[in-house]
């Protein structure tokens, strides 16, 4: 049912649509703040996500098992995906249904930005940049800038 409301909702067209997927994440999500943004099309696959506040969610993202730090924004586009592990092979090869890997929570730290068409499978530490089209298989610490595929660290507090 969760699921069927999740898609429902992010379909849900202008400001009337913002406002209604944010009550719906506000009573189901871990965690979500009334002061956030949720844009069209844009859906959380696991209510064990957590939305801080003022973060802003861009159109047509999925975000899965979740924890996005207050005032992050993320742009369109964008996969947060519940780990690197969600399927695995077996020993002839066959691959496994999703309630066969292992799923873990990915966490986005405070104050970050996630650029359009990102990938982010591992955790994105607090004030971090990461680059339109990167794809996150690794942790990347705070206050960096990464870009890429696979994405490493440009630029750190330290180098600016």
């Given at each position: 049912?969760?699921?069927?409301?999740?898609?429902?909702?992010?379909?849900a067209p202008?400001?009337?649509?913002?406002?209604?997927?944010?009550?719906?994440?506000r009573?189901t999500?871990?965690?979500?703040?009334?002061?956030?943004?949720?844009?069209?099309?844009?859906?959380?696959?696991?209510?064990?996500?957590?939305?801080?506040?003022?973060?802003?969610?861009?159109?047509?993202?999925?975000?899965?098992?979740?924890?996005?730090?207050?005032?992050?924004?993320?742009?369109?586009?964008?996969?947060i995906?519940?780990?690197?592990r969600?399927?695995?092979?077996?020993?002839?090869?066959?691959?496994?249904?999703v309630?066969?890997?292992?799923?873990?929570?990915?966490?986005?730290?405070?104050?970050?930005?996630?650029?359009?068409g990102?990938?982010?499978?591992?955790d994105v530490?607090?004030?971090?940049?990461?680059?339109?089209?990167?794809?996150?298989?690794?942790p990347?610490?705070?206050k960096?800038?990464?870009?890429?595929?696979?994405?490493r660290?440009?630029r750190?507090?330290?180098?600016?």
């Amino acid at each position: 049912m969760y699921t069927i409301c999740a898609h429902t909702y992010a379909m849900a067209p202008g400001l009337v649509g913002d406002y209604l997927r944010i009550a719906f994440y506000r009573l189901t999500l871990s965690e979500c703040s009334l002061s956030s943004c949720v844009s069209f099309g844009s859906f959380f696959a696991h209510p064990e996500a957590r939305l801080g506040s003022r973060a802003y969610v861009g159109s047509f993202c999925i975000i899965g098992k979740a924890v996005i730090g207050e005032h992050t924004q993320i742009a369109s586009g964008v996969q947060i995906l519940s780990g690197r592990r969600q399927h695995s092979r077996n020993e002839e090869g066959h691959i496994s249904g999703v309630g066969d890997g292992v799923l873990t929570t990915v966490t986005i730290g405070a104050h970050c930005w996630i650029g359009a068409g990102a990938i982010v499978m591992a955790d994105v530490g607090p004030g971090t940049t990461i680059g339109a089209g990167a794809v996150v298989t690794h942790p990347i610490p705070a206050k960096s800038v990464a870009v890429g595929n696979p994405a490493r660290v440009v630029r750190t507090a330290a180098q600016s």
